[in-house]
């Protein structure tokens, strides 16, 4: 029971604590008997009328803190107390001088009521100390991945990341994931993925969290590695197939990471933009297209002074603009063009006379061609129009 102040018998002697505690941590397989601290004398004065007090309490949410500190198993800290419990009961002063049945039950019910809330208040300060250990390990985490991608406090990056299972002076390979839905940390999807990698061999030197919505991995630069780990990504993102995955390239050291994850984002970004078949790019087969978006401002410049004047299509720039992405994803083939956009070949036809008259390039000339097809490309990977 709990209010109230615990009252000193007089006469009262408590059982001999140090015997029971010791008693009571072998039973409870060594967990430490200094856990005990002051329950055993507690008891005896319940016994005999006394109460627990809110100090008490406290006291005991403070000893569950420090059980949690200790890595000590909670199953085992309740283990320690029940032992006690029962090991103390026949010494406890009220128990042996109790006169008849109904004295002795009386006293059982407070004793073990007192043994309940002295319980439930451990694990209580037992619960919150996790509470606040995992909330500072997630943010440890946090910081640790932000200072990861983002290329900051890379002299410390090496010993931080041995808390986490890497070993950032060996190769690594970065791999982000976007799906229909954004990732977030703890999230179903993130769990999944996270689950299914922890069956692998080399698990441990793998780490999956998210950045910006996408799933990001970091994993060893070792044969086989990253095509197990894209496949079972695969696995867990396929019921939906709504997603693309982008793969950097190997980069070895702490400032690593942050190169290969920028290309495998940069990878997938180019997957999105241009439609590219599958659902997984690699930052090395792309490399002509950050070539290309690398020089985000010659690009744009390129794409304005060719493209610029289909914006004067009575249809608008989209409808020419997709002609001529079909008609350059299909090997300059009108017929198979046609075919990809639902429409009759004349019609392709039409578009690309149409394009020549207002930019001045046509698709027959070889050059002029070239210049066209690199504009389209531009064109994709900054959004043009739309992000103009």
Known sequence: MTGGTTSDSAGVEPPDVADLAGRASEEARGVPADLLEGYLPVLAKVSTGGRLCPDEIRRRRAIGVRAAEQNVPVRGVVDLYLSATWLAWPSLPGVREAAGADALRRIGEAVFRAADATITAVAEGYEEAQRWSLRQEESFRREFVDDLLDG??????VGRAERYGLRLAGSYVVIVAAGPQPFVDGGP???????????????RDVLVTTRDGLLVCIVPDVRGTVEEFVTRVMESLKPDGAWRVGIGRPQRGPGGAVRSFEQARQALHIGQRLQLPGH????????????LIRDRSALADLVEVVLEPIRKARTGPATLLHTLAAYYAADRVATAAARELHVGVRTVTYRLDRVEELTGYSVHDPQQSFTLQ??????????WPEGS
Not at 152 to 157: A, G, H, I, K, S
Not at 189 to 203: D, I
Not at 280 to 291: E, I, K
Not at 374 to 383: D, I, K, T
């Open 374 to 383: 690199v504009a389209v490309l531009g064109a994709q990977l900054l959004g």
């Open 280 to 291: 997984v790019h690699r930052a090395s087969d792309l490399l002509v297209y950050q070539v």
């Open 152 to 157: 900051r406090n890379v002299e410390t990056l």
């Open 189 to 203: 999807m993130t769990r999944q993925v996270e689950s299914m990698v922890g069956l692998g061999p080399a698990s």
